[in-house]
């Protein structure tokens, strides 16, 4: 989706403040899409919208399902930093 509309998202949460979120991307790219085709990241939103990441988790714990397994990918945990 475009970075617009993950910022959108972001400031609803941040805004009723949910604690906790959890991003599954594409793959391994960290990033939004664009209309035009560029691919921003949207590490710097979220963490301007206050959350932190605190757990990285492989999509498969085997190594060889992670690197040959149907998409690979990766689990991503934010905390909202308390103000």
Same mark, same amino acid.
């Given at each position: 989706?475009?970075?617009?509309?993950? /910022?959108?998202?972001?400031?609803?949460?941040?805004? +009723?403040?949910?604690?906790? &979120?959890?991003?599954? *991307? +594409?793959?391994?790219?960290? #990033?939004?899409? /664009?209309?035009?085709? @560029? #691919? *921003?990241?949207?590490? *710097?939103?979220?963490? @301007?919208?206050?959350?932190?990441?605190?757990? /990285?988790?492989?999509?498969?714990?085997? *190594?060889?399902?992670?690197?040959?397994? &149907?998409?690979?990918?990766?689990?991503? &945990?934010? /905390?909202?930093?308390?103000?």
């Amino acid at each position: 989706m475009p970075l617009a509309s993950v /910022e959108w998202w972001l400031d609803l949460l941040a805004r +009723n403040h949910v604690r906790y &979120l959890m991003v599954v *991307p +594409n793959a391994f790219n960290r #990033t939004a899409r /664009e209309r035009n085709g @560029a #691919t *921003p990241s949207f590490e *710097p939103s979220i963490a @301007a919208a206050g959350y932190d990441l605190i757990a /990285e988790e492989p999509k498969y714990l085997s *190594p060889a399902a992670q690197r040959h397994g &149907l998409y690979p990918g990766e689990h991503l &945990l934010y /905390e909202l930093r308390q103000s």
